[in-house]
Each structure stands twice: as structure tokens, then as C-alpha cells.
């Protein structure tokens, strides 16, 4: 159910764009909006235009380690360019509205379906392609997202033990892995689509690392048994993988560690603590039941 604050932005953005109310286009009373999952706190809209469909993205919150709209939208649209992500249509950073092109056959994957054998090739081809995007961008570092995602948190024993394990790994993640491609970042399954080809959304956290990084981030996020090793190899193909699955293993557990401390972090400023809290609960449950390295 679309409450009537949501539906005024979206109609709002939907005419910022001239899609709606503008000379050719049709009127705001005939676009049927429906909403969609996926995220923690932003708000998706299906806008249904007679024939033609949108995906509006609406946020509410600043996301902490996020892009600026402007930069996530020329991103997006250099995937979109390489066949790998819906087309951008408007991006408004004061209004925090993302508008992209609707992929009527696609579907987000499920973290069982990412990690099936059959889809292991699938994503190794869909890292390759996105890690050919050679566009300038913030290089990832984990130890500033260390420092940032631990500020301010009070935390008990176990988060105090968790903290140094992040730390530890970030240091020893920035010494191994020089950057040089751009990586999606935030490789949960409802982040990726099938439409008889796998595509990406929500390209905020994209950085330039090393491809270890996404690797890592498939596996971690989507509880792959062996650490994303399959995956590695598929990437990779016929040349030696750079790493060896101890060392994938360690940036798993970096990945995890991240996504764990985002979430506490997240949490402090939003409107609803509640998915953050879920979110961060999942994750210390999957940081429990494996091991360090």
C-alpha cells in the first residue's frame, strides 16, 4: 500500500522528468504506482505509464558510505551501456529520486539461486563485465570504513572483539589488494536480476578495488559454503587466481564485518531501527558460525 506522502514524491518526481503533466506525455491521474521490495529503508515504486513503466527509488535517509546520486547514476549508466543494468532515466539528488527504466522479465535472484552451480558461471561473466568499467572513483578503503561504521556505537565485548577483527583484516585487506576496477560493493541477491541475463541495480556503494572485492562480496552476502572458491576459479578461467581461499576467506569475513558494522551504524539515525537491527542480527550470526583465519 503506497501511502499518499509516497505517491505525491513519486508523482512529483515523475513530472520533474516530463514524464507525466508535460506536453505528450500522459497525466499524473493515470499513472498506477504499485510499490516494490528490496532494501532496508528506501522505497521502490513500479510507475505504470499506459505502455511504458519506471522504476522511482526514493530515499529518505542519507545512507552512510554512499555515493552522491549524480555519480551513482553515471555509473549505473555505464552498466547499462555494457548490457548490465537498467537505463537511467532522471536522477534528482535534491529530491533523493532515482529513476530508472522497468525490466519487465527480470527478476531478483535469490542468495540460494546465486549460490546454485548452474549460476556460478553466470556471475563470473556478469563480475567480468562490470570490472570493465574504468571509471575514476572513490578507491575502497576499509579501514576509513572501519573507523566510520564503529564511531559513535557502544559496543559490549563481543563487538569490541568483532571491531579488532575488522580492523585487523581492513589493514591487512589494504597492504594485499592494490584497486583497479570498479566493483559493485553490495552484491546482495535482490541486486541481482535475471531476465535470461543477469543485470545489477543500486550501484551507491560501488568503489575501485580489486575484483577479490566482489568476489568476496557474492559469497559473504549470500552464504556460499566454500567462500566463493568456485567462483574465484570461474572468474579467473584458465589464468592462476590471484589469491589463495585462505586469503578469500579473510576478505569474506571483512566483507561480513562491514556489512555488520554499516547496519549498527545505520541504525543510529534511522526512522525505523528495526531491518537494520534484523539485518545486523543475520549478520553476526553468520560472522558466529565460521571461523577466523
Not at 568476489?215 to 570461474?234: E, K, P, R, S, T
Not at 555488520?260 to 541504525?267: E, M, N, P, Q, V
Request: proline share 5%; aromatic share 6%; net charge neutral.
Amino acid at each position: 500500500m503506497i501511502d499518499a506522502q509516497l505517491r505525491e514524491r513519486v508523482l512529483r518526481a515523475l513530472r520533474d522528468a516530463a514524464l507525466v503533466d508535460a506536453a505528450g506525455a500522459p497525466p499524473s491521474s493515470a499513472v498506477d504506482l504499485t510499490l516494490l521490495g528490496g532494501g532496508l529503508s528506501r522505497r521502490s515504486v513500479l510507475a505504470g505509464l499506459g505502455a511504458r513503466r519506471f522504476v522511482v527509488r526514493v530515499s529518505d535517509e542519507t545512507r552512510i558510505g554512499a555515493l552522491e546520486l549524480p555519480v551513482e547514476a553515471a555509473v549505473t549508466d555505464e552498466a547499462a551501456a555494457l548490457g548490465i543494468a537498467p537505463r537511467v532515466v532522471a536522477a534528482n539528488a535534491r529530491e533523493g529520486v532515482l529513476i530508472t527504466e522497468y525490466l519487465a522479465r527480470a527478476r531478483p535472484l535469490t542468495a540460494e539461486a546465486l549460490a546454485a552451480p548452474e549460476n556460478i558461471v553466470r556471475i563470473a561473466r556478469l563480475l567480468r563485465r562490470l570490472h570493465q568499467i574504468r571509471r575514476p572513483l572513490r578507491e575502497f578503503a576499509p579501514e576509513a570504513f572501519a573507523a566510520e561504521y564503529t564511531r559513535g556505537l557502544v559496543l559490549g565485548p563481543d563487538d569490541r572483539r568483532r571491531a579488532a577483527e575488522l580492523r585487523e583484516l581492513a589493514r591487512d585487506y589494504a597492504v594485499r589488494y592494490p584497486s583497479h576496477v570498479l566493483c559493485h560493493n553490495d552484491l546482495i541477491a535482490s541486486n541481482v536480476l535475471d531476465d535470461g541475463e543477469l543485470k545489477l541495480i543500486d550501484f551507491e556503494y560501488a568503489v575501485t578495488a580489486a575484483p577479490v572485492l566482489d568476489i568476496a562480496g557474492v559469497a559473504a552476502l549470500n552464504h556460499f559454503d566454500d567462500d566463493g572458491w568456485q567462483l574465484a576459479n570461474a572468474y579467473y578461467g584458465a589464468s592462476p587466481v590471484p589469491f589463495t581461499q585462505r586469503e578469500l576467506r579473510r576478505v569474506v569475513r571483512l566483507v561480513r564485518l562491514i556489512a555488520y558494522f554499516w547496519a549498527l551504524s545505520s541504525s543510529l539515525g534511522a526512522k525505523d531501527r528495526g531491518p537494520y537491527a534484523a539485518f545486523a542480527e543475520r549478520a553476526a550470526a553468520a560472522l558466529d558460525q565460521t571461523k577466523r583465519s
